[in-house]
């Protein structure tokens, strides 16, 4: 039987180029072009996969994303992007996004993502369901795997030094970083470094957990405790048993989750729900976020009491932005394992990309870095990455770069004209970025289509 995706798009061309390819690729294949159409065939059909656009007609990407996750908990979602929105789309992972895409699409690239994400999901929803044991294989922290290696700044050698010293104890661990900046890598490599290497490592992504299911899959349930609960279920404490738990997003996890966390921890003890017996487990806990979980507390999102508990010992990951020495090495590595999954034998970066990389902002740390990469690997015709096959947004200046160049040119520049000049840069970029569809444009501006047109004219913006 095909494995079946549901695409969430309102560009209509685009979601019959995707349907005729992956078609073609074998997969069963369903078009809607409103959020509200894809959830309706969710209420009723199963997917294996959700392709959804960031921006949508009816809703945000957010809340299609939040609502795809209660209706359809198992299936993996890939958000579809503009560049201009990276920074955005990259909150999406917070609330459960697998990956995202970013347009323009091509289909070798896009065929890669899909097969891996599903495939990661399908290990991930069978390990959950009891029906194949969690992974124990001790994995290599040093680069064998060829997975990921760390960095060479001084931060990050400040990490690792730090794994290796709490590794081999039992303490919980808190790591906080940004999305992307590899917090579940770091606490693989926590549990490698200890005693219980070789035991299960289980991950969850709490802000991926629906709050009506998040007890059944940390604790588990009992067969008939309620709709839906046809047969007994281990929660992801019981298969962890004996080794480690990484909570991701810990910060999402319901105030009603928060007290039942807290009794695991302090008791040794879970109990499925609908269940009658305390089970006694073993387990290590490692949680991360990139919230600001003391902010949290004061505002009542957050227990105190619980975040002393996993908050034994800190490890705090930077975003690669303030980590530019490690930016070339992870690069070089990620395009080797580009090179591997998209059978190209590409050499390395010219001058001028590693300019641009060391330039840019990497709103989405590591993750992103990789998608750019193996992105780039695949328009590559000869040896070495050159600029023409990087992503627009990483090889234009910035506005605010624009508008302090400007600055030195005229030497007495007035704040009105740099905020003209600003405003006129970001119009001639959605318009790039649309293709020149001035509704697709005006979307990306948040702005309506007769504002846009007065300011195409105010600023002589031709071919309008």
């Not at 890939?78 to 996004?97: K, L, N, P």
């Not at 050698?157 to 999305?179: A, C, N, R």
């Not at 400007?406 to 840069?425: C, R």
Request: overall charge negative; proline content about 3%.
């Amino acid at each position: 039987m095909n494995q079946k995706i549901l695409v969430i798009d309102d560009d209509q061309d685009l979601c019959k180029v995707l349907s005729n390819f992956l078609k073609k690729s074998s997969y069963d294949v369903e078009v809607v072009y409103k959020a509200e159409d894809g959830l309706k065939l969710l209420r009723n059909e199963s997917f294996d996969l959700i392709l959804c656009d960031y921006r949508l007609p009816d809703m945000t990407g957010v809340e299609a994303l939040q609502r795809i996750k209660v209706l359809c908990p198992e299936a993996a979602v890939i958000i579809i992007t503009g560049y201009s929105d990276v920074q955005t789309a990259v909150e999406t992972f917070r609330y459960g996004a697998n990956d995202y895409v970013t347009k323009p699409l091509y289909p070798d690239e896009l065929l890669v993502t899909v097969k891996e994400t599903i495939q990661k999901n399908q290990e991930k929803n069978s390990i959950r369901s009891g029906e194949a044991p969690p992974k124990t294989e001790k994995k290599s922290v040093t680069g064998d795997s060829k997975k990921f290696i760390f960095g060479s700044s001084k931060a990050s050698k400040t990490v690792q030094e730090h794994i290796d010293l709490i590794g081999p104890t039992d303490m919980s661990v808190l790591v906080i970083g940004e999305t992307g900046t590899g917090k579940e890598f770091v606490s693989n490599s926590i549990h490698n470094k200890s005693d219980r290497a070789g035991k299960p490592f289980i991950a969850i992504d709490c802000g991926a957990l629906p709050k009506e299911l998040a007890g059944s899959e940390l604790f588990g349930h009992m067969k008939g405790s309620f709709t839906g609960a046809i047969s007994d279920k281990p929660g992801s404490f019981e298969l962890a048993n004996g080794g480690t738990i990484f909570l991701d997003e810990i910060g999402n996890l319901s105030y009603e989750n928060q007290v039942k966390l807290l009794r695991v921890i302090q008791e040794r003890k879970i109990k499925r729900i609908g269940g009658q017996k305390d089970i006694s487990i073993d387990v290590r806990i490692i949680a991360a976020t990139n919230e600001n979980l003391n902010e949290a507390i004061k505002n009542g999102e957050f227990r105190e009491d619980l975040y002393h508990r996993i908050n034994e010992f800190k490890i705090t990951l930077l975003p690669l932005r303030e980590r530019k020495n490690d930016i070339t090495l992870f690069a070089e590595h990620f395009l080797e394992l580009a090179n591997t999954a998209l059978k190209k034998s590409v050499k390395g970066f010219s001058d001028e990309v590693l300019h641009h990389f060391l330039n840019y902002q990497w709103y989405g740390n590591l993750r992103e870095l990789n998608n750019v990469v193996k992105r780039a690997v695949l328009l590559t015709q000869g040896d070495f990455v050159e600029e023409s096959a990087l992503p627009d947004e990483i090889t234009r200046p910035r506005l605010t770069q624009t508008v302090a160049i400007q600055e030195e040119k005229d030497g007495n520049q007035t704040l009105k004209a740099a905020s003209e000049e600003a405003e006129k840069e970001a119009i001639l970029h959605a318009l790039e970025a649309s293709r020149y569809n001035k509704s697709k444009a005006a979307e990306l501006l948040e702005i309506d289509r007769k504002t846009l047109y007065n300011k195409l004219k105010q600023y002589n913006i031709q071919d309008y």
